[in-house]
């Protein structure tokens, strides 16, 4: 009967998206292939992709895929500028109600400032400052005299984030949530929801501690000190932002991978941007969608496939030493794919790996700066970060 389970397919929507996210999708499709990954792709087209055809960077056809599928795998999308578009991401979370954004941060490549980083960041994805509250006030003869901009949050939504927190944290084995705000200037905005925040850690007592911590004083620590965090709890704004800082302690946006949770549907994606810049060429990380697609493999309970999707990238990385051009290395995308795939084969056979495909792989390690000083005794001990360390290119999902 388990077996039978095993075998069912399970819908899901593929977005390939925009620069180098039709890549990297494909790349991740066929790493899940030769996982023999249980989702059945319904393949839609959104952003710039689905502009031409549509003249909507985020098609009905689309949304009614997601909404069947309640379950969904996108590259990085870009939202044409002018024309009254709004974002897509945005969109696509009011839409679906993704409340919840995850972005894991975990150091995979040795050798940089900061080691054995492992930092899971829950964002309120839907109130905030991003609510798009804002308007011009015309002032003498300049009709943008003024800008103002309203946030929101509400008591029900502070309640919703924090509650997923805390049951992420308890399932996952996480003993620590660090609540961050700016309730010492934002009284009414930020207040509430370090008020409703704290109101529900008492029902985990016992089982995960609390502390909470100003958000500029978060952001300082997370650089000077990060491995005393290990859940951060926060809303939109300052979620998206330290989000990115937690990405940079780890490589870069390259290895960023995000988790958009809502009751009825689920989309995964890299943080990362559409790099139009690179787009064809070939040389594109996608690192951060196959981890996506990991996190994509947990959300459905196939921890087993998950777990053996990032054993293989760690191994690709850290052991064969086959990297893309933002890791400090000479693989193509096609080498990284290969080289993922092909580990996933001989861990499955208790096998090794034969050498990849990469006549530079020898030569993929970055190079590490001379090490700095640290303030504190644990990051005394961390060495600086790589000259090769990965460098975000494009808009990123924000």
């Known amino acids: 009967m388990v077996k039978a389970v095993r075998k069912t397919l399970i819908p899901a929507t593929l977005i390939p998206g925009d620069g180098i996210g039709p890549e990297i999708v494909k790349a991740t499709v066929a790493v899940l292939n030769a996982l023999e990954a249980p989702f059945a792709w319904d393949i839609q087209t959104a952003g710039m992709a689905a502009v031409s055809e549509h003249l909507d960077p985020l098609p009905e056809a689309t949304l009614a895929s997601i909404r069947r599928t ?17 974002s897509i991401n945005v969109r ?16 995979v490549i040795p050798g940089g400032r ?20 804002d308007h011009y006030i015309p002032i ?16 029900a939504g502070s309640r919703r984030i924090a509650r997923f927190a805390f049951e992420y944290a308890v399932k996952n084995g996480r003993k620590k949530i660090t609540i961050v705000h700016k309730a010492n200037i934002l009284k009414a905005l930020t207040g509430i929801f370090l008020e409703t925040a704290l109101e529900m850690a ?18 300082m620590q997370l650089v000077l000190n990060p491995w005393q965090f290990d859940v951060l709890l926060t809303t939109n704004l300052f979620g998206d932002i330290l989000s990115d800082e937690i990405a940079g302690l780890v490589g870069g946006l390259g290895m960023a991978p995000g988790a958009n949770i809502g009751e009825h549907a689920a989309i ?9 810049d690179i787009a064809g060429r070939g040389i594109a990380n996608p690192i951060a969608l196959l981890y996506a697609a990991a996190m994509m493999l947990d959300h459905v309970e196939r921890q087993d496939l998950a777990g053996r999707l990032r054993d293989a990238i760690h191994h690709t990385v850290v052991e064969d030493k086959v990297r893309t051009g933002d890791l400090g290395g000479k693989a193509t995308t096609a ?21 990849a495909r990469n006549p530079a792989a020898k030569a993929a390690a970055p190079k590490t700066a001379p090490t700095r000083t640290a303030t504190t005794k644990t990051a005394a001990s961390k060495t600086a970060p790589s000259k090769a360390a990965a460098k975000p290119r494009g808009k990123k999902a924000g």
Do not use: M, Q, W
């Open 114 to 133: 900061y080691e054995d980083i492992d930092v899971v960041l829950i964002r309120e994805n839907l109130e905030g400052l991003y609510v798009g509250f």
């Open 70 to 86: 309640g379950l969904a795998l996108k590259g990085p999308l870009t939202t044409p500028v002018g024309g009254g578009f709004r």
């Open 92 to 107: 696509l979370r009011e839409e679906f109600k993704l409340f919840g954004n995850v972005r894991p941060g975990k150091t």
């Open 140 to 155: 003498d003869n300049d009709p943008h005299g003024a800008a103002i901009s309203s946030g929101v949050n509400t008591r």
């Open 202 to 219: 008492k029902e985990y007592e016992g089982r995960v501690v609390v502390e909470e911590r100003i958000v500029d004083a978060c952001a």
């Open 268 to 276: 995964f994606e890299a943080v990362h941007g559409s790099a139009p």
């Open 335 to 355: 080498e990284i794919t290969e080289a993922i795939i092909a580990r996933i084969h001989s861990n499955a056979s208790g096998k090794a790996a034969k050498p």
